[in-house]
C-alpha cells in the first residue's frame, strides 16, 4: 500500500501580506499637464471651481451609500512631473493649494505620477512599479485565438478582444477565399468597441511608459491592492507645513498635506478629469480588467468592505468611476 507523501512548506518563505487602510473613496480632483499649470492662477481656479460641485455629489452619494450616512472619502491631486518638468515643486504647489481653497476643496494628498514609474523601496532600494505591473498582466484569449500574437511583455501592446489578422488578404487575390476580418471585442454586447492599448515605447533603460499604463497603476495604488513582497508601497509621507523642494526628486512620491485627512488608499476610486482623458481611462479599464493580483490582497478590501455594508465589485476596474465635466 502507497504512503501518502508528505509536503513541507517554510511559512517564513512566504512575506506576510502587509493591511493597508481604507476610505470608501479616494476622489480625485484633477491630473493636470505642466502645460496646463503653465496657463497660471486663473487655469487652476477655473478647474478646481468646475470639478468642486462634482466633488460634492460624489461625497453625498457615497454618504447615501452607508447605512450611518458617515462616509470616508480622501481627496488626491495627480501632478505629472513624468513627461515634462517645467516648473518645480516650491514654484508649483502653493498655487495649486491655494486655487483648490478658493473654491472650498482640500487636498489631502498630493502625488507624482513618475512615483508610478519608479519610487523608493525599503533599504533605499528602487520599486519599479509599472514594471511590477506589467508581470501581473494576463491577457484574456479572445475566442478562436491561435496565440499568433506575441505576449504583451513583448509586444507592449494590450488589447480587449481580437485584432484584425496581421496578414492582409483580399478576396479577388487570395485563391483560399481569405477575406479581411474586422477586430471584436471579447466582451462585445451586439457589437464590438476594439481598443489596443500601447504600454510603453522605446526599450531598456531608454523605456518610456505610457500615461494610459502609469494610469493604471495609480488606480490600483489608490485601490490598495499592490504590494512589494507582501510590504504597502507608496505609503504617504506626511508633509507638515513645510517648505516644498525644488526638485521633483527630493519630493516622496505620495505627500500627506492634511494631517486630519482620511485613509489614501480606498474601497473605490472617482476621478474627476477634463474629457481628454477619457480615451485614457477606457484603456485603463482593459489594463485593469487583466491584471493578476494576490488573492491575499484582494480579500482585504473584499471582506473588510463586506462587513461595513459597502461592498465592492469583483471586477477590479468597476471599482473606479469617472466625472468628465465641461469645460474642466
Avoid: K
Avoid at 487636498?107 to 508581470?135: F, K, M, N, T
Wanted: some cysteine.
Amino acid at each position: 500500500m502507497n504512503q501518502p507523501i508528505a509536503s513541507f512548506r517554510e511559512t517564513s518563505a512566504e512575506p506576510p501580506t502587509a493591511s493597508v487602510p481604507f476610505s470608501h473613496v479616494s476622489l480625485e480632483l484633477g491630473h493636470l499637464y505642466m502645460e496646463d499649470f503653465a496657463e497660471g492662477t486663473t487655469r487652476l481656479r477655473r478647474h478646481f471651481a468646475t470639478a468642486r460641485p462634482w466633488a460634492d455629489a460624489v461625497r453625498a452619494g457615497t454618504e447615501a451609500r452607508l447605512a450611518n450616512g458617515r462616509a470616508r472619502v480622501s481627496t488626491c491631486f495627480l501632478i505629472d512631473d513624468y513627461f515634462s518638468r517645467l516648473s518645480t515643486p516650491d514654484r508649483l504647489i502653493p498655487p495649486l493649494l491655494g486655487a483648490a481653497a478658493d473654491a472650498g476643496l482640500t487636498i489631502d494628498y498630493l502625488a507624482r505620477e513618475s512615483g508610478c514609474a519608479v519610487a523608493p523601496g525599503v533599504d533605499r532600494s528602487e520599486l519599479h512599479l509599472a514594471e511590477s505591473v506589467l508581470h501581473r498582466l494576463v491577457e484574456s484569449p479572445p475566442p478562436g485565438g491561435n496565440g499568433f500574437r506575441p505576449p504583451v511583455s513583448r509586444t507592449g501592446w494590450i488589447s480587449n478582444g481580437r485584432r484584425a489578422p496581421a496578414q492582409r488578404t483580399s478576396a479577388a487575390l487570395d485563391s483560399a477565399g481569405t477575406t479581411w476580418q474586422p477586430p471584436s471585442e471579447t466582451t462585445a454586447r451586439g457589437h464590438s468597441v476594439f481598443m489596443d492599448v500601447e504600454l510603453w515605447s522605446g526599450s531598456g533603460e531608454e523605456r518610456t511608459w505610457s500615461c494610459a499604463f502609469l494610469a493604471s497603476v495609480w488606480q490600483l495604488v489608490r485601490l490598495g491592492l499592490l504590494r512589494d513582497n507582501g510590504r504597502a508601497v507608496l505609503t504617504p509621507t506626511p508633509w507638515d507645513d513645510r517648505e516644498f523642494p525644488t526638485e521633483w526628486d527630493d519630493l516622496p512620491p505620495v505627500v500627506r498635506l492634511n494631517p486630519r485627512a482620511e485613509p489614501f488608499t480606498a474601497y473605490s476610486t472617482c476621478s474627476v478629469l477634463p474629457t481628454r482623458f477619457l480615451a485614457v481611462e477606457h484603456a485603463v479599464r482593459v489594463v485593469l480588467g487583466q491584471v493578476h493580483l494576490e488573492a491575499a490582497v484582494l480579500d482585504q478590501a473584499m471582506s473588510r468592505s463586506e462587513r461595513e455594508g459597502f461592498t465592492v465589485p469583483a471586477d477590479i476596474a468597476d471599482r473606479t468611476s469617472y466625472v468628465f465635466p465641461p469645460g474642466l
